[in-house]
């Protein structure tokens, strides 16, 4: 079974630039989560998908950072106008979205801003 | 709101050694525990889990038991092995993982041969 797909791999981009980040779940997981791992920091949740509607995404910066999931699949986190410190590793996760169903992260996107 | 404050590291061992990574966390509710690993060059993959109280996780020769009481999911093993050495996540979640998971700030692992 294919894990989650996350690409790229590596992004460095000036500040005040734009970036955007794909995701690809699990087949068949209804549910999709970003979070941003901060060097040092354990991972934090940004945004929570169940199908192509948002549960949750009352720690995602709106003012800068944007997600989408078309028709229930893949996702696309953008953030516009990049700062400083939004580098970091975006790590993005899936799960069936049921009690106790396991969640599973992708490789992570590291994002450096200079 | 939710947090999970575990120790830090690095944490180096020999092999062989006892393990323990300490883990308490604060919630509103009563949730799931997790402990969550990275091995170098591999994504975060969850290790164990518990979802209620004195339950106790394990696999892989590692082990958690959920203690309420104490507000504590302990990781221990009994005798590290250097393909151990990694980086080891505490989370917690209010909806048994279907929810957003709430992390520690990870423990760094080094087990030396």
């Known amino acids: 079974e294919a894990g989650v797909a996350q690409s790229p791999r590596y992004k460095i981009i000036e500040k005040r630039q734009s970036v955007a980040f794909w995701c690809n779940p699990i087949?068949?997981?209804?549910?999709l989560y970003w979070y941003q791992q901060i060097l040092g920091q354990g991972p934090k949740l940004l945004i929570q998908f169940q199908n192509n509607g948002v549960v949750d995404d009352s720690q995602l910066p709106k003012d800068r950072f944007s997600a989408e999931r078309l028709k229930g699949v893949d996702s696309t986190l953008k953030i516009q106008p990049a700062k400083l410190e939004d580098s970091a590793v975006y790590l993005c996760a899936s799960s069936l979205g049921s009690w106790e169903e396991t969640q599973y992260f992708g490789p992570g996107t590291r994002l450096l801003v200079l | 709101g939710n947090s999970v404050t575990q120790m830090e590291g690095p944490v180096t061992l020999s092999e062989e050694a006892f393990l323990t990574i300490n883990c308490t966390y604060t919630?509103?509710?009563?949730?799931?525990l997790f402990w969550y690993v990275k091995y170098p060059g591999e994504g975060l993959q969850l290790l164990l889990k518990?979802?209620?109280?004195?339950d106790k996780g394990s696999n892989k020769g590692f082990e958690a038991t959920y203690r309420k009481e104490t507000t504590s999911f302990h990781l221990e093993k009994g005798s590290v092995q250097v393909s151990d050495s990694a980086v080891y996540f505490c989370a917690l979640s209010d909806l048994g993982g279907a929810d957003g998971l709430t992390f520690g700030k990870g423990t760094h692992l080094i087990i030396q041969p």
């Open positions: 518990a979802t209620k109280a004195d």
């Open positions: 087949s068949g997981h209804a549910t």
């Open positions: 919630a509103t509710g009563y949730p799931s």
